[in-house]
């Protein structure tokens, strides 16, 4: 991506708490990710949703070695998004800086513990949605993730809608339906951002989820930066 599409996005999330990035994979690639779901081989562990009380659907967490083309955009789109991220805490008063490179983060994440690799594949089938949650995986947690829609809307499903709440302090949540076509991107906080108040920056929570898939079949690739315990 260029600088001029990197200040857009950092615009974006500044203001709206998300960004869409068209076209982020080809339909090609999206096909590879939906149809790699039925490679048990490529995943550490497989999640149904229902049976923890996290919605309804399923998905896989890759294994180490990641797919070579996964491992190369979660290290590309890692040092723009590191910079927002600093920025960021820069603004709420957070000590804590990310390193430029993913792989320094990464080995900051296994130094403590955190050795499980997050990046996974969700399937929805009709009636299967996602409840509001946080990835909050360790100690160690990257405050931006970026999920890719993998199927067609109207064609392989309806409904299935990306949807993100902030709750900013005394006030009701703020919901955000984030409409993505083929191979675009979302990317959007884990589970906090600064919001720019009267008095200077403060901090909101964020969640995000998707809601009732009425038809079809969905999958989405979501790339989180932080390992897993």
């Given at each position: 991506m260029t600088?001029?599409q990197?200040q857009?996005?950092?615009?974006d ?9 068209p076209g982020?994979?080809?339909a ?5 990710y ?20 996290f919605?309804?659907?399923e998905y896989?967490?890759?294994a180490?070695?990641?797919?070579p083309?996964l491992?190369e955009?979660?290290a590309?789109?890692y ?9 960021w805490?820069g603004?709420?008063?957070i000590?804590k800086?990310?390193?430029p490179?993913?792989?320094e ?7 403590a513990g955190?050795?499980?690799p ?22 160690h947690?990257?405050?931006?993730q970026?999920?890719v ?8 499903f ?6 993100l709440?902030?709750q900013?302090?005394?006030?009701q949540?703020r919901?955000e339906?984030?409409p993505?076509?083929?191979g675009?991107a979302?990317i959007?906080?884990?589970s ?8 200077g ?5 964020m969640?995000h ?6 038809a079809?079949l969905r999958?989405?690739?979501?790339i989180?930066?932080?390992?897993a315990?």
């Amino acid at each position: 991506m260029t600088g001029d599409q990197w200040q857009r996005i950092a615009a974006d999330l500044d203001e709206h708490g998300c960004a869409v990035v068209p076209g982020l994979l080809t339909a090609a690639e999206c096909a590879a990710y939906a149809a790699a779901y039925d490679s048990p081989q490529l995943y550490r562990s497989r999640v149904v949703m229902e049976r923890h009380g996290f919605g309804r659907g399923e998905y896989q967490y890759f294994a180490y070695p990641l797919p070579p083309a996964l491992a190369e955009l979660r290290a590309a789109l890692y040092p723009q998004l590191a910079a927002i991220a600093n920025r960021w805490y820069g603004a709420l008063g957070i000590d804590k800086r990310f390193p430029p490179q993913h792989a320094e983060f990464i080995a900051r994440c296994h130094a403590a513990g955190q050795l499980r690799p997050t990046p996974l594949v969700l399937r929805y089938r009709e009636g299967d949605y996602n409840c509001l949650h946080q990835d909050l995986y360790g100690e160690h947690v990257f405050p931006l993730q970026v999920a890719v829609l993998l199927s067609r809307p109207g064609d392989d499903f309806a409904g299935g809608e990306f949807v993100l709440t902030e709750q900013r302090p005394r006030m009701q949540s703020r919901a955000e339906v984030v409409p993505l076509a083929l191979g675009d991107a979302v990317i959007f906080p884990v589970s906090l951002r600064p919001v720019n108040g009267a008095r200077g920056p403060y901090r909101v929570n964020m969640r995000h989820g998707v809601s009732r898939l009425r038809a079809g079949l969905r999958h989405t690739l979501g790339i989180i930066f932080h390992d897993a315990l």
